[in-house]
T-cell receptor
Framework: SQQGEEDPQALSIQEGENATMNCSYK?????LQWYRQNSGRGLVHLIL?????REKHSGRLRVTLDTSKKSSSLLITASRAADTASYFC??????????FGKGTMLLVSP | NAGVTQTPKFRVLKTGQSMTLLCAQD?????MYWYRQDPGMGLRLIHY???????AKGEVPDGYNVSRLKKQNFLLGLESAAPSQTSVYFC??????????????FGPGTRLTVL
């Protein structure tokens, strides 16, 4: 069964707008990670937030984690057409494996 | 560094045929993984390895076998391919937990079609 579930499944915005996608999970985690996948390519790690952190920034990315609600959000500010991709959250339970959600497809139009 | 590479990139099999997918990494990672990605299903873990000579089952291991004879290589085998194994297969690698780095590094994928 999927540990993480992203919401929405698809998101369409204009360049310059912000994009927010959410991830909910079921059990306690060690950390939560976000990955990007461009069409037909492998996944690329974007950012990791540990269970004792509430917010983390990396460039135009902002990740929050609410362990009481078992949820995380990824915010991409000032989106660009090059941000068009699928975004996946992955939960790490501390056992050397990750469990991925089904992803959010983001389309950024010029 | 090439990172994680996968061979082949594409393959078409007939039902019942066998094949081996090769994954190689040059980052000296201890851990390696095989995933499959199907439309609407995200990534599902098939098998993984936490070191040379070790393997373990993931979420969907049936119909697949793996071997980790060398630290840098992780092989995924299909002994008798079935149409349900049509998918895109991704290999990934990572540092061991003790290093405190938890991200996985992915290969470009192998697109497999079983007719």
């Amino acid at each position: 069964s999927q540990q993480g579930e992203e919401d929405p499944q698809a998101l369409s915005i204009q360049e310059g707008e912000n994009a927010t996608m959410n991830c909910s999970y079921k059990t306690s985690i060690n950390n939560l990670q976000w990955y990007r996948q461009n069409s037909g390519r492998g996944l690329v790690h974007l950012i990791l937030i540990r269970s004792n952190e509430r917010e983390k920034h990396s460039g135009r990315l902002r990740v929050t984690l609410d362990t009481s609600k078992k949820s995380s959000s990824l915010l991409i500010t000032a989106s660009r057409a090059a941000d068009t991709a699928s975004y996946f959250c992955a939960t790490d339970l501390g056992y050397s494996t990750l469990t991925f959600g089904k992803g959010t497809m983001l389309l950024v139009s010029p | 560094n090439a990172g994680v590479t996968q061979t082949p990139k594409f393959r078409v099999l007939k039902t019942g045929q066998s094949m081996t997918l090769l994954c190689a990494q040059d980052m000296n990672h201890e851990y390696m993984y095989w995933y499959r990605q199907d439309p609407g299903m995200g990534l599902r873990l098939i098998h993984y390895s936490v070191g040379e000579g070790t393997t373990a089952k993931g979420e969907v291991p049936d119909g697949y076998n793996v071997s980790r004879l060398k630290k840098q290589n992780f092989l995924l085998g299909l002994e008798s391919a079935a149409p349900s194994q049509t998918s895109v297969y991704f290999c990934a690698s990572s540092y061991p937990l003790q290093r405190g780095r938890f991200e996985q590094f992915f290969g470009p994928g192998t697109r497999l079609t079983v007719l």
